[in-house]
């Protein structure tokens, strides 16, 4: 196990444990402080289960001003802190540390405003991203980035990770829905960005924050833009005998200036899996499987998968079925949705993995990736949002079998690589968290982490937030600070003056 | 004297940032200068020009995405992406009308260095959330590069995008990547006539509101401008393929029923309605303060109203009232109470967009910033750009 080395617990904050956690029951008192072993269990992992590690404390504040002064506290006595929403990650973002505070924003629970008539609602981060659609749908609105976890993962969590789903094509990400945010600093101090209004004032500290993954500050309140419900969805099933060429068939819909609400593509064991599993009336004889959706007015629906049919059948579809109901529209969703927990049926474990690649490179990719497979000796399904170019294959291997996790992680390495090697991207919607984070310098230089870590040094010269998260390597701030400059040199002579 | 520093690639951009950073010498950086009488003026002794580092550097429709130097013309942009049927989806304005400037001047850098988005932002989003990835150098002379050319991607922090409208003082940018879309097939626009603001107010908030799907509103009042010589006008903005925009402008009728004087403008015509109040028209030949002001939606008619009880104004909203264009009689400065009046509604933010050299030097220009704010954002400018060295005092002083 563990094969990702977190950073060493500090000695000191492990032996002044009991005292860490008396002066932390003196700021949150009653049931938000936890320390007992058995009731810190549940917090020992994410949704990234092979690691675990029990923290600190548990601590679960209720107020802003608690977690100012928990903050606060931890920074005047250099205590780490790990910030939890629903504890949905994938990356292990919300990982503890030994030597660790986990905190809890789950009490922060409630909406605080629902105002339609600016669009906006107002709302606590521990509040789960379907609790916002729950609250507006009666109006016939809803928030639209839709990660599948969404029936529990928190919108604070979805700051932290810049969720997307199966509609970020059309209706964008976290970053594309969020209005303001109230933070707190590791320092305790307290900071409001934005609000109802569009666009915030000077540094988009709204888009630094969006996919910060708990590094930078603590959300204790956000602001996001809901959207009203399009009047008719209808989705289409179309079957191809190849990848290949539904991968050019997504390219061609988008090329025909088509933005449907979602687009997703799966290949042979995906459908396999999904079908066994919720049948939902998939196509067995085709080797890749699309959903399209289309949405917005009747018309325009009708109209355009007519348009999308006729791309589909040109770029050789075998299998074509628009839904007919809602709900057969929410069956061909359900096995999409269901998809990972199908695969799990198939195989005793699965790694999941979450890259993305431009369009254009979808078949090279598929195609490398059999013989990814062929090589380390593990099948992979490959479930993907083909119209962001966002693939998560799942790569199947048994933890029993000695050797067998190390190898897939290897082959699920191996294909991140890929995809920064097409011109892609290490994560599209999962975040770094311990995952990736040894990943990072396939796609970016040194130079380039610097920058990020200058972000960091700005909100968290400490480092207490997070830690070994992200960063493969943690540079001290101060050492970052240095700068080699040649005094006096100068300017390039040939450089045109004007 | 000074110099004015002109590189063709980033390696020459790098050089000169490098050099200036070992001297401790102070840059204006533009991109060719058309935005120089917005914001603060640059106390500096050279000037770094971008507009030499243009180009596209790739462009493939089907992938909707555009990557290319930062110094390139936002008219070339433009005519590319029209090339293919396809745009940029925040419209960004040509403000050289309002600031005085010889029009089409501007570089797709100094748009994404302010932020810049025209009415359909409401709808479309802001340029910043079209950014998908970017190459810069920062004030210590290091090039680096931030995001991809993929729409999902949270590998890291978003700096690309964190970036946009910090106005030239953390980094100079050398290329981005942008996320572009289709042309609209149709459009036309849906008008209201002789509504008070408040009536126009609640009019753009039911249609937002709706499905269907307005993608720009405004409201000009009664005298504004030629368009609105008889009646105020309210617009509302349908684009799509046309049967689709039918069905809409019947949604629209029936919701606003209520308002009985109900007009169409359609196709070329309401491109130009559109791109008229865009590059704000109504307001050019004139030198009178130009306030922007950003609150929420519901909240401009009420700003505009006590506006109106204290100041000779002339003014029109924009994205459903969440975006109001105030131009101020008199000397002013106005700066103290205009603000206050926003804090009173609901917050939000004033920003200067025309004033004098004096005006500029002697207001907030941006929306000045909670302690705790400013020192954060002091932290993150000392990060990047540790001398101070890039367009110091651009936007507030100290940063």
């Given at each position: 196990?563990?094969?990702?080395?977190?950073?060493?617990?500090?000695?000191?904050?492990?032996?002044?444990?009991?005292?860490?956690?008396?002066?932390?029951?003196?700021?949150?008192?009653?049931?938000?402080?936890?320390?007992?072993?058995?009731?810190?269990?549940?917090?020992?992992?994410?949704?990234?289960?092979?690691?675990?590690?029990?923290?600190?404390?548990?601590?679960?504040?209720?107020?802003?001003?608690?977690?100012?002064?928990?903050?606060?506290?931890?920074?005047?006595?250099?205590?780490?802190?790990?910030?939890?929403?629903?504890?949905?990650?994938?990356?292990?973002?919300?990982?503890?540390?030994?030597?660790?505070?986990?905190?809890?924003?789950?009490?922060?629970?409630?909406?605080?405003?629902?105002?339609?008539?600016?669009?906006?609602?107002?709302?606590?981060?521990?509040?789960?991203?379907?609790?916002?659609?729950?609250?507006?749908?009666?109006?016939?609105?809803?928030?639209?980035?839709?990660?599948?976890?969404?029936?529990?993962?928190?919108?604070?969590?979805?700051?932290?990770?810049?969720?997307?789903?199966?509609?970020?094509?059309?209706?964008?990400?976290?970053?594309?829905?969020?209005?303001g945010l109230e933070?707190?600093?590791i320092t305790g101090e307290v900071i409001r960005l934005g609000g109802k209004h569009l666009d915030s004032e000077a540094y988009d500290l709204l888009a630094l924050l969006t996919g910060s993954e708990g590094l930078l500050a603590i959300v204790t309140e956000v602001t996001v833009r809901v959207l009203q419900k399009p009047e008719t969805a209808r989705a289409a099933l179309i079957g191809f005998p190849s990848s290949e060429e539904a991968g050019k068939c997504v390219a061609e819909i988008i090329g025909a200036g088509i933005i449907p609400g979602g687009m997703e593509l799966m290949d042979k064991l995906a459908i396999d899996a999904a079908e066994d599993f919720v049948h939902a009336g998939y196509p067995l004889d085709v080797d890749a499987l699309m959903i399209v959706e289309l949405d917005g007015p009747e018309a325009e629906v009708d109209d355009l998968l007519k348009r999308v049919s006729a791309i589909a059948e040109k770029n050789g579809s075998s299998y074509l079925h628009v839904s007919q109901s809602e709900e057969e529209r929410n069956t061909f969703w359900a096995g999409r949705k269901a998809a990972f927990p199908a695969v799990g049926r198939i195989s005793p474990d699965y790694l999941c993995m979450d890259g993305t690649i431009p369009r254009a490179a979808l078949p090279q990719v598929l195609q490398e990736m059999q013989e990814l497979s062929e090589k380390h000796g593990l099948r992979v399904a490959n479930v993907f949002h083909a119209g962001d170019g966002n693939l998560h294959p799942l790569i199947l291997y048994d933890a029993n079998i000695p050797g067998e996790l190390a190898a897939a992680e290897a082959f699920g390495a191996d294909i991140l690589r890929l995809c920064v090697k097409v011109g892609g991207v290490l994560t599209g919607e999962h975040g770094v968290g311990i995952e990736k984070r040894d990943l990072m310098p396939e796609m970016y230089s040194e130079d380039d982490l610097k920058q990020q870590q200058r972000v960091k040094c700005a909100f968290d010269e400490k480092q207490l937030l997070n830690p070994g998260k992200m960063f493969p390597v943690l540079h001290r701030c101060a050492e970052l600070g240095f700068m080699h400059v040649h005094q006096g040199q100068l300017p390039f002579p040939d450089i045109p003056r004007f | 004297m000074g110099e004015g520093f002109h590189p063709t690639t980033a390696e020459e951009l790098e050089a000169v940032v490098k050099w200036a950073a070992a001297e401790r010498t102070p840059l204006e950086v533009i991109g060719s200068g058309s935005k120089r009488n917005w914001g603060r003026a640059v106390q500096s002794a050279h000037t770094l020009r971008v507009d030499g580092i243009a180009g596209v550097i790739d462009y493939e429709p089907a992938e909707l995405v555009l990557t290319v130097k930062a110094g390139t013309s936002l008219t070339d942009v433009q005519t590319l992406l029209k090339e293919h049927n396809q745009e940029l989806p925040f419209e960004p304005a040509d403000l050289s009308a309002v600031l005085g400037v010889p029009v089409q001047a501007g570089t797709i850098g100094g748009v994404l260095a302010t932020n810049l988005s025209g009415p359909r932002r409401l709808k479309a989003g802001a340029a910043r959330d079209h950014v998908l990835g970017?190459?810069?150098?920062?004030?210590?002379?290091?090039?680096?590069?931030?995001?991809?050319?993929?729409?999902?991607?949270?590998?890291?922090?978003?700096?690309?995008?964190?970036?946009?409208?910090?106005?030239?003082?953390?980094?100079?940018?050398?290329?981005?990547?942008?996320?572009?879309?289709?042309?609209?097939?149709?459009?036309?626009?849906?008008?209201?006539?002789?509504?008070?603001?408040?009536?126009?107010?609640?009019?753009?908030?039911?249609?937002?509101?709706?499905?269907?799907?307005?993608?720009?509103?405004?409201?000009?009042?009664?005298?504004?401008?030629?368009?609105?010589?008889?009646?105020?006008?309210?617009?509302?903005?349908?684009?799509?393929?046309?049967?689709?925009?039918?069905?809409?402008?019947?949604?629209?009728?029936?919701?606003?029923?209520?308002?009985?004087?109900q007009e169409l403008i359609e196709g070329q015509a309401s491109r130009k309605t559109w791109g008229d109040l865009r590059d704000l028209i109504p307001f050019a030949g004139s030198d009178k303060p130009l306030w922007k002001l950003s609150v929420s939606p519901t909240a401009g008619q009420q700003v505009i109203a006590e506006l109106e009880k204290r100041f000779a104004i002339r003014w029109m909203m924009d994205w459903a009232g969440g975006l109001v264009w105030v131009e101020m009689e008199g000397e002013g400065p106005h700066d103290v109470p205009l603000r206050r009046i926003i804090t009173e509604n609901g917050g939000g933010h004033a920003t200067l967009l025309r004033g004098s050299v004096e005006l500029r030097a002697s207001v907030d220009v941006f929306q000045p910033q909670a302690e705790t704010l400013m020192g954060l954002s002091k932290r993150l400018k000392a990060q990047f750009d540790p001398h101070g060295i890039l367009n110091p005092g651009r936007m507030y002083a100290g940063i």
């Amino acid at each position: 196990m563990a094969a990702i080395a977190m950073p060493k617990p500090s000695q000191e904050t492990l032996r002044k444990r009991s005292k860490i956690v008396a002066d932390l029951q003196k700021i949150v008192r009653g049931e938000g402080v936890i320390c007992d072993e058995i009731e810190m269990r549940p917090y020992e992992t994410d949704a990234l289960t092979a690691y675990r590690q029990l923290p600190l404390v548990v601590v679960l504040p209720e107020t802003v001003d608690q977690v100012s002064r928990v903050l606060k506290y931890c920074y005047d006595n250099d205590v780490k802190v790990v910030p939890r929403g629903a504890g949905t990650s994938l990356s292990g973002g919300a990982l503890p540390l030994e030597d660790g505070v986990l905190l809890s924003m789950m009490k922060f629970n409630r909406i605080l405003e629902i105002d339609l008539e600016n669009r906006a609602v107002v709302t606590q981060p521990g509040v789960t991203n379907l609790g916002i659609t729950t609250a507006v749908q009666q109006d016939g609105f809803y928030y639209a980035p839709d990660p599948s976890s969404q029936i529990a993962c928190s919108i604070g969590g979805n700051i932290a990770e810049n969720s997307g789903g199966v509609h970020s094509l059309k209706y964008g990400l976290t970053t594309n829905n969020l209005l303001g945010l109230e933070i707190v600093l590791i320092t305790g101090e307290v900071i409001r960005l934005g609000g109802k209004h569009l666009d915030s004032e000077a540094y988009d500290l709204l888009a630094l924050l969006t996919g910060s993954e708990g590094l930078l500050a603590i959300v204790t309140e956000v602001t996001v833009r809901v959207l009203q419900k399009p009047e008719t969805a209808r989705a289409a099933l179309i079957g191809f005998p190849s990848s290949e060429e539904a991968g050019k068939c997504v390219a061609e819909i988008i090329g025909a200036g088509i933005i449907p609400g979602g687009m997703e593509l799966m290949d042979k064991l995906a459908i396999d899996a999904a079908e066994d599993f919720v049948h939902a009336g998939y196509p067995l004889d085709v080797d890749a499987l699309m959903i399209v959706e289309l949405d917005g007015p009747e018309a325009e629906v009708d109209d355009l998968l007519k348009r999308v049919s006729a791309i589909a059948e040109k770029n050789g579809s075998s299998y074509l079925h628009v839904s007919q109901s809602e709900e057969e529209r929410n069956t061909f969703w359900a096995g999409r949705k269901a998809a990972f927990p199908a695969v799990g049926r198939i195989s005793p474990d699965y790694l999941c993995m979450d890259g993305t690649i431009p369009r254009a490179a979808l078949p090279q990719v598929l195609q490398e990736m059999q013989e990814l497979s062929e090589k380390h000796g593990l099948r992979v399904a490959n479930v993907f949002h083909a119209g962001d170019g966002n693939l998560h294959p799942l790569i199947l291997y048994d933890a029993n079998i000695p050797g067998e996790l190390a190898a897939a992680e290897a082959f699920g390495a191996d294909i991140l690589r890929l995809c920064v090697k097409v011109g892609g991207v290490l994560t599209g919607e999962h975040g770094v968290g311990i995952e990736k984070r040894d990943l990072m310098p396939e796609m970016y230089s040194e130079d380039d982490l610097k920058q990020q870590q200058r972000v960091k040094c700005a909100f968290d010269e400490k480092q207490l937030l997070n830690p070994g998260k992200m960063f493969p390597v943690l540079h001290r701030c101060a050492e970052l600070g240095f700068m080699h400059v040649h005094q006096g040199q100068l300017p390039f002579p040939d450089i045109p003056r004007f | 004297m000074g110099e004015g520093f002109h590189p063709t690639t980033a390696e020459e951009l790098e050089a000169v940032v490098k050099w200036a950073a070992a001297e401790r010498t102070p840059l204006e950086v533009i991109g060719s200068g058309s935005k120089r009488n917005w914001g603060r003026a640059v106390q500096s002794a050279h000037t770094l020009r971008v507009d030499g580092i243009a180009g596209v550097i790739d462009y493939e429709p089907a992938e909707l995405v555009l990557t290319v130097k930062a110094g390139t013309s936002l008219t070339d942009v433009q005519t590319l992406l029209k090339e293919h049927n396809q745009e940029l989806p925040f419209e960004p304005a040509d403000l050289s009308a309002v600031l005085g400037v010889p029009v089409q001047a501007g570089t797709i850098g100094g748009v994404l260095a302010t932020n810049l988005s025209g009415p359909r932002r409401l709808k479309a989003g802001a340029a910043r959330d079209h950014v998908l990835g970017l190459e810069a150098v920062s004030g210590r002379g290091e090039i680096f590069k931030a995001g991809g050319r993929v729409v999902k991607n949270v590998t890291g922090y978003d700096l690309s995008r964190g970036f946009c409208s910090s106005w030239g003082t953390l980094a100079v940018a050398t290329s981005f990547s942008i996320k572009v879309l289709p042309r609209a097939a149709k459009e036309c626009t849906f008008v209201l006539l002789g509504l008070t603001s408040q009536e126009a107010s609640s009019a753009m908030s039911e249609a937002m509101g709706s499905s269907a799907e307005v993608s720009s509103a405004a409201h000009l009042p009664k005298g504004f401008c030629p368009l609105s010589q008889e009646h105020s006008i309210t617009l509302l903005r349908l684009e799509g393929i046309p049967v689709s925009i039918e069905y809409r402008l019947d949604k629209l009728r029936s919701i606003l029923k209520r308002f009985p004087s109900q007009e169409l403008i359609e196709g070329q015509a309401s491109r130009k309605t559109w791109g008229d109040l865009r590059d704000l028209i109504p307001f050019a030949g004139s030198d009178k303060p130009l306030w922007k002001l950003s609150v929420s939606p519901t909240a401009g008619q009420q700003v505009i109203a006590e506006l109106e009880k204290r100041f000779a104004i002339r003014w029109m909203m924009d994205w459903a009232g969440g975006l109001v264009w105030v131009e101020m009689e008199g000397e002013g400065p106005h700066d103290v109470p205009l603000r206050r009046i926003i804090t009173e509604n609901g917050g939000g933010h004033a920003t200067l967009l025309r004033g004098s050299v004096e005006l500029r030097a002697s207001v907030d220009v941006f929306q000045p910033q909670a302690e705790t704010l400013m020192g954060l954002s002091k932290r993150l400018k000392a990060q990047f750009d540790p001398h101070g060295i890039l367009n110091p005092g651009r936007m507030y002083a100290g940063i």
